[in-house]
């Protein structure tokens, strides 16, 4: 209770100054703030001085560092970008030059292949030509054989027959006329 009467005690007396009230109130002394107030100044100052100065540097440092970096990532991905239209624009030229080459090649192998077969086909036909050929002269020759031997035999014939009832003379002559006869067919 000493308590709430003093506390009302103090609240009914009145007060000289306000700012003297308060001052004495807080316990404000001058001489006591003017030291702490030069205290605080030359803290702040030496803070400021060898702590924030040197940490803001840094800060702004860092942050031209950062900003250079997403610069320079802002670059490479343009690049990165044309790169790729460049790298696609090669494969595009390279898988037109590869179908290019495909169908030439194809058209090569073609015109290779018709004229494989058509030399062939030439060298068949040269060769019937030639078997027709040598046929023809087998055929001549077995003719001519056989014309020989028939005139042969039509000789040896007709001689036998001949001989018979002919003299020498006119077997001579029916021999050189069948001869001639033969010949000439």
Do not use: C
């Amino acid at each position: 209770m000493s308590f709430s009467l003093l506390i009302l005690a103090e609240a009914a007396a009145p007060s000289a100054n306000p700012v003297t009230q308060i001052v004495h109130d807080f316990g404000i002394r001058g001489p006591l703030l003017l030291a702490q107030v030069v205290n605080f100044t030359i803290v702040a100052f030496l803070l400021w001085k060898f702590a924030f100065k040197p940490v803001m540097a840094t800060i702004e440092e860092r942050k031209r560092q950062i900003d250079a970096g997403l610069k320079y990532a802002e670059e490479m991905k343009s690049k990165l970008a044309e790169a790729q239209q460049a790298n696609e624009a090669q494969l595009k030229e390279a898988h037109l030059k590869g179908q290019q080459i495909v169908s030439d090649a194809q058209k090569a192998a073609k015109e290779f292949s018709d004229k494989q077969q058509k030399e062939a086909a030439e060298r068949a036909n040269d060769l019937v030509t030639k078997a027709r050929a040598s046929i023809e002269l087998e055929k001549q020759k077995m003719l001519g054989e056989a014309r020989t031997e028939i005139s042969r035999l039509v000789v040896a014939t007709t001689q036998r027959v001949l001989a018979k009832e002919l003299t020498e003379a006119e077997r001579g002559r029916f021999n050189e006329a069948a001869a001639r006869e033969l010949s000439n067919t």
